[in-house]
Nanobody
């Protein structure tokens, strides 16, 4: 199983970024996919989850209305569109998949929101 994130970077407050996670080594279309983030000195937290079909999504309260998770099962890729970014969104963002008892994480991509 391999999860490779991309798309992070430095952006000004109010700006946008789109993260991508390319997955391989498992039946991508069969599993829910999630994005997590971890800010310096804080615990890793869930940001968004999308079910296998893409018809159902969940978001952390802190990002509702600003972030959108989506997936392309033909490309084995999950995305996180982040709009109206705030300094508090600064973190390393991770792609995640699990099928009990196993779980897999990507290497993470840094998002920094600063003027």
């Amino acid at each position: 199983v391999q999860l490779v994130e991309s798309g992070g970077g430095l952006v000004q407050p109010g700006g946008s970024l789109r993260l991508s996670c390319a997955a391989s080594g498992f039946d991508f279309s069969a599993y829910a996919m999630s994005w997590y983030r971890q800010a310096p000195g804080k615990e890793r937290e869930s940001v968004a989850t999308i079910r296998s079909s893409g018809t159902s999504t969940d978001y952390a309260d802190a990002v509702k209305g600003r972030f959108t998770i989506s997936r392309d099962n033909a490309k084995n890729t999950v995305y996180l569109q982040m709009n109206y970014l705030k300094p508090d969104d600064t973190a390393v963002y991770y792609c995640y998949v699990q099928w009990w008892p196993d779980e897999y994480w990507g290497q993470g991509t840094q998002v920094t929101v600063s003027s």
